[in-house]
């Protein structure tokens, strides 16, 4: 344990024993002084700070001293009603403070209690409770507002984290602040009875006790009672102007003591301030400097070593920062981060502005967090941030989706209307305007909401507009995933994998395999929309034959081969027959042939007229499918599947191609059609 968080404890174990054992009167002045100057440290330091947060711990700290005041007003009033006295300093506040008018004492000490009750107790109390429900009210909102920002890519992962965490801690503060409020109207109140306490035995106890006349004991207990009561409730009023000021303008990492500690004495300045002030208190009141010198040598003490340790803390990252800054300055202006380009952006028309606005019933924001997760485990890769954004260019219900600032998707919304396509035989009943689903080129209606109900009767597929357009994005993202996965994503996932397989990846990169090879293999894989999140088996195919071959078009074959249970579950379910389409042996046989070996690689060379027959006999068998509502997959000898899948990729980008070495072996395998030649 450190030695402030053993003081701290020690502060709270005195507190209580203060409660319960009589304390000589010089010690009790001590403490009276040290209540004074928390106070007004509190006070100042509750002025100084620019925020609620920087001050969280306030509302232990409030308990604590308000736990510290009762403890000195029962100590106090132990000493004053068997005694008959309270120490120097109640005695002067009883005496140099009033005149040495008790009626006049009295009077002070009542307008004390009215300012601290009436005023500045209720207050403080009234805006708590204020402030503790508008920040619980307000919490979604700002959460929604974070979740915008992040999605729109103003902010970072990081920046959201921290400021929920922000938004976490100011409402638990408030709350506390609220409950914490009622300590400072209980105290008070508990101020007011000890006050009339004194007075009622005082009178007793002196007359009956200590032979005093009724004169004497009026004179003897009222002084006591009134300086005992205003040096109680000078600190009391201060802390409650530092409440109000706290709650009127929570969030801790460490404990309690290291809070108190490190909090209360943010500013080093405040504490020569407040040595100051003692000081001039013993200077110049019968206090005299024995009790405040001391006390303001240490405040000044403290302060003098809290700020040269602060400065020698700051000096280094000042340093560093001045250089940075100074570099800056020499640096070309910053319209260079204009030149960046999103990887991802979704831009729509003033008209759809209802689909991203939250205040308006939007959930498109949340619905792209929810495809950035389930593109994420379909297929393996950590999609960018889209930046979402309205453009007055646009056509008002218009929407555009690009990728690295191109233009990869356009399409058009109506709000107020729903998207049905026919199950394949048209109603005439179903009235609404022709359109194109965007995501699957489907013919499709926008109808109204009236109409929605009996187009689900005839077995249309209604769909609301927010599910259109994040079913376009998901779709489009799906299918253009190569083009995100760059060499520095590529490193993200390499690192990611190293943390679970360091010896695997040590064994692949940087040799054989640099960062490229490896995210060209990644690339061609989504390409052909087959997941990388398995990447164990991928980087254990590429060790095995990335020492014979750097090939990135021969690699990637192998690893399709190594993910064969995978591809297969992807086109087929367990116990299913697959449908293929396969290419006749002649084919084949034509691209083998058409194989060009360079030292560059291999590449396809075919004679124009034979390329153009082979893609128009996959054309016929295609419409052939369908007709027959069959989805086409080609199915070829794995020497010719990159090749083949090369020559059609212009043509079919959608239609599979796979190879005999991709199935699992008890897969049962059915061939609904041959593509051939003359």
């Not at 604590?64 to 000195?72: D, E, I, S, Y």
């Not at 506040?93 to 002070?108: A, C, P, R, S």
């Not at 959201?160 to 100011?170: D, G, L, T, Y």
């Not at 999140?533 to 074959?557: C, H, Q, V, W, Y």
Request: proline residues 4%.
């Amino acid at each position: 344990m450190s030695a402030r968080d053993l003081s701290v404890l020690l502060s709270v174990i005195l507190i209580v024993a203060m409660l319960i054992i009589p304390f000589p009167s010089w010690m009790l002045s001590v403490f009276i002084i040290i209540n004074i100057s928390l106070a007004l440290l509190v006070l100042l330091t509750s002025m100084n700070m620019q925020e609620p947060l920087q001050f969280s711990i306030f509302p232990s700290l409030l308990l604590l001293l308000t736990l510290f005041r009762l403890g000195l007003n029962v100590s106090t009033t132990r000493s004053i009603l068997s005694k008959g006295e309270a120490g120097e300093v109640v005695a002067t506040f009883g005496t140099f403070v009033v005149g040495g008018n008790v009626l006049v004492g009295f009077v002070v000490f009542l307008i004390l209690v009215v300012i601290q009750f009436v005023v500045i107790t209720k207050g403080s109390e009234r805006v708590s409770e204020v402030a503790a429900r508008f920040t619980l009210d307000a919490m979604p909102g700002k959460q929604m507002a974070i979740d915008a920002d992040l999605n729109a890519g103003l902010i970072s992962e990081k920046d959201a984290r921290e400021r929920r965490e922000k938004i976490s801690s100011e409402a638990d503060f408030y709350g506390a602040m609220d409950g914490a409020s009622k300590f400072v109207k209980g105290d008070a109140i508990a101020g007011i009875i000890m006050v009339l306490i004194n007075l009622l035995f005082g009178f007793i106890i002196g007359m009956t006790q200590m032979g005093l006349s009724f004169a004497e004991a009026i004179q003897k207990f009222t002084m006591l009672t009134v300086g005992d009561g205003i040096v109680s409730q000078i600190p009391a009023l201060l802390i409650s102007t530092a409440t109000g000021i706290v709650v009127t303008r929570a969030a801790s990492k460490g404990n309690l003591s290291s809070d108190i500690t490190s909090q209360l004495f943010a500013y080093p300045k405040m504490l020569y301030v407040t040595a100051g002030t003692i000081f001039l208190l013993g200077l110049f009141t019968p206090i005299g400097p024995v009790l405040t010198i001391p006390i303001a040598v240490l405040l000044a003490f403290g302060g003098y070593k809290i700020s040269k340790s602060a400065n020698e803390e700051e000096q280094l990252p000042q340093e560093v920062e001045e250089e940075i800054d100074a570099d800056e300055m020499k640096s070309p202006e910053s319209v260079v981060n204009l030149l960046n380009v999103d990887p991802i952006e979704f831009e729509f028309g003033y008209g759809l502005i209802p689909l991203a606005d939250t205040n308006q019933g939007g959930d498109l924001l949340d619905r792209i967090v929810m495809i950035r997760r389930q593109l994420a485990i379909e297929l393996g890769l950590v999609i960018p941030v889209v930046r979402i954004r309205d453009n007055i260019q646009l056509q008002p219900n218009e929407y555009i989706l690009k990728i690295k600032g191109n233009e990869f998707a356009r399409g058009e919304l109506l709000l107020d209307h729903y998207l049905a396509m026919s199950p394949g035989i048209e109603d005439d009943s179903i009235e609404g305007i022709d359109t194109i689903e965007p995501s699957f080129g489907l013919p499709a209606k926008w109808i109204s909401e009236e109409m929605k109900d009996r187009a689900e009767m005839f077995g249309y597929t209604v769909v609301d507009p927010p599910s259109v357009v994040s079913t376009h994005i998901t779709e489009v993202i799906k299918s253009n995933a190569h083009e995100l996965i760059g060499r520095q994503e590529t490193k993200q996932l390499i690192d990611h994998l190293k943390e679970s397989h360091p010896i695997l990846v040590e064994e692949v990169t940087p040799t054989p395999l640099s960062i490229g090879d490896v995210q060209s293999v990644l690339a061609k894989l989504l390409k052909e929309k087959v997941s990388i999140r398995n990447l164990p088996i991928i980087f254990e195919t590429l060790a095995d034959f990335g020492k014979m071959s750097t090939d990135t078009d021969l690699l990637t074959e192998y690893v399709r081969q190594a993910l064969a249970r995978q591809i297969t579950n992807s086109y087929v379910n367990q116990g299913d027959i697959m449908k293929v389409v396969t290419v006749s042996g002649k084919i084949e046989k034509a691209i083998a042939d058409g194989v060009q070996q360079t030292e560059h690689g291999n590449y396809l060379s075919l004679d124009p007229v034979m390329s153009q027959n082979i893609i128009e006999a996959i054309a016929r068998q295609l419409e052939e499918l369908s007709l027959q509502e069959q989805a086409p997959i080609l199915l070829c000898s794995p020497a010719v599947r990159m090749y083949l899948r090369q020559l059609i990729d212009r043509y079919f980008p959608q239609v599979p191609v796979l190879s005999y070495n991709e199935l699992e072996a008890n897969v049962e395998i059915q061939s609904i059609g041959v593509v051939n030649i003359e």
